[in-house]
């Protein structure tokens, strides 16, 4: 058997092991029905299933066509996990999509109760958690920042907007006239994900605060109209972005940023670290591939960027799953 099919068939065993423990599982907790014993059990029997598929050492898209394997035997009941059957099905073509986040973000699971369980053990995940964390920290930023400042009018952009939770929450956050003095602008490739995000920022700012633009930032560096979309920012946000560029895009959109950003800005971006104890779950089960880095990989692609006068901070949100960077334009 060549290396391909023994890692297939180690999935298809895989496979079958994990649909066997669940079966026996859902008759010792009545169905799933109950919770606590139902959440204990899934997350030992997966964490079980990830460790043995962990140790085949085969990482990122390696993994994709044996992983096939693993879902062609258990694929109906992992299905039945709505978090992590979205994540598979990427059915806006990405894993990361408004829909997701809003569920993340708010903790949602399913009614059903097998489904129930499996959403809880994904949202008991570290990458989720990372996301919860730095949604929270995004907004602490924006709140900080705004506080801060004098100026009449403070212009956040979030590239890679989504469903702008962390706007909308550092909105909730700032009383009505710390409010009035923000004007915020979304990029996003997802036009829907800019209709959800419009609909949960409407009720928070003034039609004339809040600019909504669908782009593809891979173009950013290169576009005109960037000018126009960043100028004058005094906060840039990019998160759940930077795990999908390659070092090239990532210095020129970091280039790109930090060209548009006034005197005393603050620019802010996460990546997933190589640490993230969440792989083998988003990969095995999700075929969700990111592209790591820690602490120093991102540092490298700050220097290239934006070289090393400025003061750039390295640090961890409180899952530790994932780097963010913050860097401040001295005026
Ligand atoms: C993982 S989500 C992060 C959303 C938000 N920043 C957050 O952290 O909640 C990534 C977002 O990037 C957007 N996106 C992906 N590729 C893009 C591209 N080439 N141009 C613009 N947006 C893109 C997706 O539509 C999605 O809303």
Redesign the pocket.
């Known amino acids: 058997m060549n290396a391909l099919n023994e890692l297939r068939e180690h999935a298809r065993l895989a496979g079958e092991k994990l649909l066997e423990d669940l079966r026996f599982a859902g008759v010792t907790t009545n169905g799933w029905l109950n919770q606590e014993r139902a959440n204990f059990e899934m997350s030992r029997i997966m964490n079980a299933c990830l460790d043995d598929l962990a140790l085949t050492g085969c990482w990122g898209e390696a993994n994709r066509v044996p992983s096939r394997a693993l879902w062609k035997v258990a694929g109906e009941t992992l299905a039945v996990g709505w978090l992590q059957n979205h994540a598979r099905q990427k059915p ?1 073509g ?1 894993a ?3 829909e997701m ?1 809003e569920k993340i ?1 708010y903790r949602t699971l399913s009614a059903d109760p097998l489904g129930r369980a499996f959403d809880h053990f994904f949202q008991e995940q570290a990458a989720p958690e990372a ?1 919860r964390s ?2 929270k920290l995004v907004a602490e930023r924006i709140v900080r920042l705004l506080r801060a400042s004098t100026k009449d009018n403070v212009h956040i952009c ?1 590239v ?7 706007i909308e929450l550092a909105c909730r956050e700032l009383s009505p006239d710390e409010r009035a003095r923000l004007r915020v602008s979304l ?4 036009p829907e ?1 800019l209709v959800v995000a419009e609909r949960r920022l409407t009720p928070l700012l003034h039609p004339a605060q809040l600019h909504a633009h669908r ?4 173009r950013l560096p290169r576009l005109k109209r960037t000018d126009s979309l960043l100028k004058h920012a005094d906060f840039i ?5 930077f795990d ?1 560029l390659t070092d090239a895009d990532a210095v020129a959109m970091l280039q790109c940023f930090w060209s548009h950003l006034n005197a005393d800005g603050e620019l802010l971006v ?1 990546n997933f670290a190589p640490s993230n104890p969440s792989r083998a779950y988003m990969e095995w089960i999700g075929n969700w591939y990111l592209t790591y880095r820690d602490e120093a990989a991102v540092g490298n692609l700050v220097d290239e960027a934006i070289g090393g006068s400025h003061a750039a901070k390295f640090d961890r949100e409180d899952s530790k799953a994932s780097v963010y960077a913050v860097c401040h334009k001295s005026s």
């Open positions: 806006r990405y990361g999509d408004f986040l973000v996301v730095r949604t979030s890679g907007s989504g469903p702008a939770l962390d990029l996003d490739l997802d994900a782009e593809n930032l891979f946000a990019c998160t759940g972005m999908y996460f």
